[in-house]
């Protein structure tokens, strides 16, 4: 026991140093070195510590006894010596385990961030030439025209009398006390300043502001940036980030990559709070001439605005005062009509700063230049004025027309002075079949309708209807057969542009006269509108040639009894909920746009019966049908077709599951059951007239559309040419009429759903004509190609229809969110409002010691010592 003593001794004295030392070098740490702190992490777990103690005393332990049996063999001073060297290992390993961490902290500045929106939208081209003096002198002093010292502050002078209706001091008493010779001085001056100033109107909205934030003397954007993060943006119909290179490359004259015919102010600041940065939004900068033209109620607008959270600083650029300018607006012209109609083509013709004066308005034959122009005076007494013309004797085909106004003198922009448009002209009617089985509701009120329509030529077939006999034949056709006979082998029908087949039983339509029909839509190119019946169509042909025409399959009836047949006719019902397939198509626009056709479709008298089902793999659904509650998604739009339509051969069926169209007749007579019934025939008149040859039909969603609208190409494939041709490539070319050498190739993909559709959509062209063909590579055609025309009209942006700057919205909207608003020469007072916006933050840093390469290196360094001593002195 004595013999263990010495060694028992030794460990404890030893763990009990190497715990004090721990200790002591954490305290310097932390005390000497401030923030700076030293943690053995193990030290805050008892039970850990006291394992690692025992483990490191048992160690010593074993390290003495080896140093006793050592000293049988060396000397004193060398067995001291290894036994440092191992106690010094020790406590490197005991130190290491303890997990020293080196820990330290600081404070860390983080700037705001501030956004600054540019609008680049086409307003901001213009060049105010037509500037008040005032506005001309702010913008000189903006670009640093007159320095920064008493000359402008006597500038700021000028235009505060300016601004008040007073003629400025030129030429102040102290600089020429001569009251006759200051006179001359200050016309002088005054001419001086009025020839310099002309420089500046030289520069659009956008240059000016272009310069003042990056090319000044003193560049905002520079300056700013010393106290926030500068996050820039552009915006006009769109929203994009941005960067000064792109400022910069804007301002020599590059594209900008936006959308510029309107100007969104809310999207841009919605935009802005969107961004996925940590940083803190301290402010937004809004540099605008103010002119948002996104139909947003001005009010609204602000509310918007003002609602985001962060204040938004307004920097304005542009003349408050309007411009003498006439432009051509807007024109309503009729895309098509017949050749016995005289068209009335209207007119807005805006005229700013042209109050009391006679305005000229011309129509133009584009395509006969000798022929005498139309003309309308008319006397400018407000800012729009409407124009009529009305055309006569118009000849079969297309016709181009363009109604301009003079260039008049100090007119701000002459490219705004004319635009064109075309009305084609057709020499023929409708023809239309109406095929019933009794005098049902819907058969009188269609009948009565399309009766009525000038453009519908129209024959009807009733097989059950009362004869008295008191005529020599039943008011009604009662046999198919004696419709009037087509030559050669075409069907009975063939004439006909559509054929619309009621609630007909099967005795009265035979298997023949179905046969027919089928040939008429397979070969002859027709359309079919089937529509249900309760009685007999088309639940009891079930099995026949007719489940090949219809685009349904699964026939679900929907017959809604109870309490929601008691509610009024705007109430009860299902109703024809509108997918986006249908909402394309001018058959179902009831109302002047899209938004208010929705509103229509969504109070239109409700059905309370009707016959829906699946719609078959290449048919496309116009209209579901819905209960009261339901919502349209893409599974219920196919399970519950109400509208559909689908392909068959050279033609088309559309299908029409209710009974019940007349009920949009409740109080308002004709004006929707009409409208529609009237679009879906001229919508079946234009497939038919669609170019087409044996094996393909092309056509256009839009033959006629604006330069910022967007028409889908489609070719139709005959089956049994697509089975001939799998993998069939179809390539669109698209060339100008117009004699220029624009040519685009696209290739037409196959609809998913529809594989004989090959579509493309097409876009991004400038106004005139294009004929469109089709190509396929590899395959030569054995008929011309199919040929579509498409127009392509000028749309005047609203940016141009009024080109004053807007200081009052960007006014308000510097008060409503609590910002200040700013003239341009005002623009280097902006960054001083981001001084104090700094925000500072803790941060800990720390660096595990324990982990760290130096004590790996220390105990290596200390282990080999103690080796090569071992060995040089002949120890094991």
């Not at 074993?62 to 001073?77: F, V």
């Not at 604006?706 to 028409?711: F, R």
Request: charged share 25%.
């Amino acid at each position: 026991m004595r013999r263990w003593l010495p060694v028992l001794l030794l460990s404890l004295s030893f763990v009990a140093i190497a715990s004090v030392a721990a200790l002591v070098i954490s305290f310097i740490g932390s005390h000497l070195y401030g923030d700076w702190q030293l943690v053995f992490q193990q030290m805050q777990s008892q039970s850990r510590w006291l394992t690692l103690c025992v483990t490191c005393a048992v160690a010593v332990g074993l390290i003495a006894k080896l140093n006793e049996y050592e000293r049988q063999l060396t000397s004193r001073s060398l067995g001291l010596t290894l036994l440092g060297l191992r106690l010094l290992l020790i406590l490197i390993v005991f130190l290491t385990l303890l997990e020293p961490v080196w820990t330290w902290s600081f404070d860390r500045e983080i700037l705001g961030r501030v956004v600054v929106a540019v609008d680049v939208s086409e307003s901001m081209d213009t060049s105010d030439k037509h500037a008040a003096p005032e506005e001309k002198l702010r913008w000189g002093r903006s670009l640093g025209m007159f320095g920064k010292g008493e000359k402008s502050l006597q500038v700021e002078n000028w235009i505060r009398e300016l601004e008040a209706g007073k003629e400025p001091e030129w030429v102040s008493a102290e600089e020429e006390p001569n009251p006759a010779r200051r006179q001359q001085k200050s016309q002088v001056r005054k001419k001086d300043l009025t020839d310099s100033l002309e420089t500046v109107t030289d520069y659009s909205r956008l240059e000016l502001a272009m310069k003042t934030l990056t090319g000044s003397a003193e560049p905002v954007l520079e300056k700013l940036s010393e106290y926030v993060q500068t996050q820039l943006a552009i915006f006009a119909s769109d929203y994009s980030s941005a960067d000064e290179q792109l400022l910069e490359d804007i301002l020599a004259g590059e594209e900008i990559p936006l959308k510029r015919k309107t100007s969104d102010m809310a999207q841009a600041m919605n935009s802005a709070l969107d961004s996925e940065s940590d940083v803190p939004l301290a402010g937004v900068i809004l540099v605008s001439d103010g002119r948002d033209t996104s139909k947003a109620d001005q009010k609204k607008l602000i509310q918007r605005l003002s609602g985001l959270g962060v204040p938004i600083h307004t920097l304005f650029i542009g003349s408050e005062h309007r411009p003498r300018d006439l432009s051509v607006s807007h024109i309503d012209a009729p895309e098509s009509v017949f050749d016995d109609a005289s068209p009335v083509v209207k007119a807005i013709i805006h005229s700013f700063g042209f109050e009391d004066q006679d305005i000229t308005v011309y129509l133009e034959n584009i395509d006969d230049p000798s022929q005498e122009p139309l003309k309308q005076v008319f006397h400018s007494q407000q800012a729009a004025t409407e124009v009529t013309f009305k055309l006569d004797d118009l000849d079969l085909g297309r016709h181009r027309f363009r109604i301009r106004t003079d260039i008049e003198d100090l007119e701000l922009r002459d490219d705004n002075n004319s635009r064109e448009f075309s009305i084609s002209v057709v020499d023929d009617k409708a023809n239309v079949l109406l095929i019933e089985g009794e005098g049902r509701w819907e058969f009188r009120y269609l009948s009565t309708a399309l009766q009525r329509d000038q453009r519908v030529d129209i024959d009807e077939v009733l097989f059950e209807q009362p004869y008295l006999g008191i005529l020599d034949k039943p008011f009604f056709e009662r046999n198919i057969s004696n419709l009037a006979p087509v030559d050669g082998a075409s069907t009975l029908f063939a004439d006909y542009d559509c054929v619309i087949i009621g609630d007909v039983s099967p005795r009265h339509l035979p298997l023949e006269q179905w046969r027919n029909l089928d040939k008429y839509v397979r070969d002859e190119g027709g359309t079919i509108v089937m529509t249900a019946g309760k009685r007999y169509f088309p639940l009891a042909y079930r099995g026949t040639i007719v489940n090949s025409l219809l685009p349904i399959e699964n026939l679900r009836s929907i017959d809604l009894q109870g309490a929601n047949q008691s509610l009024p006719p705007r109430q009860r019902g299902f109703r024809f909920s509108m997918t986006a397939d249908g909402e394309q198509l001018a058959m179902f626009q009831l109302g002047d746009d899209l938004n208010q056709s929705r509103q229509i479709w969504s109070q239109l008298p409700g059905h309370s019966w009707g016959l829906t089902g699946d719609a078959k793999g290449g048919a496309t659904v116009y209209a579901a049908a819905l209960n009261p509650g339901e919502r349209l998604t893409l599974e219920t739009e196919r399970q519950s077709g109400i509208v559909v339509q689908h392909y068959v051969g050279s033609g088309q069926v559309l299908w029409l599951g209710v009974d019940s169209t007349w009920r949009w007749r409740f109080r308002v007579g004709d004006k929707f059951h009409h409208r529609f019934w009237g679009q879906l025939i001229r919508w079946a008149v234009g497939f038919k007239a669609t170019a087409a040859n044996q094996n393909v039909r092309l056509a256009l969603t839009r033959s006629v559309m604006n330069e910022d609208e967007t028409t889908r190409i489609q070719s139709r494939w005959n089956d049994r040419f697509l089975a001939q041709h799998p993998g069939l490539k179809t390539i669109a070319i698209v060339e100008a009429t117009d004699g220029t050498e624009f040519r685009k190739r696209l290739e037409l993909k196959p609809d998913a759903n529809r594989p004989f559709m090959y579509e493309a959509d097409l876009s991004d062209l400038i106004s005139g004509e294009y004929r469109i063909t089709l190509e396929t590579p590899g395959l030569p055609w054995e008929d011309e190609s199919p040929e579509s025309v498409l127009i392509v009209r000028e749309e005047l942006s609203e940016e141009l229809a009024d080109l004053s700057a807007n200081r009052n919205l960007m006014e308000e909207i510097a008060a409503a969110s609590g910002g200040r608003f700013f003239y341009l020469d005002e623009a280097d007072q902006i960054p001083e409002l981001f001084v104090d916006t700094q925000e500072f933050t803790s941060v800990r840093e720390e660096i595990p010691l324990w982990s760290h390469w130096i004590v790996l290196v220390l105990f290596c360094v200390v282990a080999t010592t103690e080796w090569m001593i071992r060995k040089l002195n002949g120890l094991p």
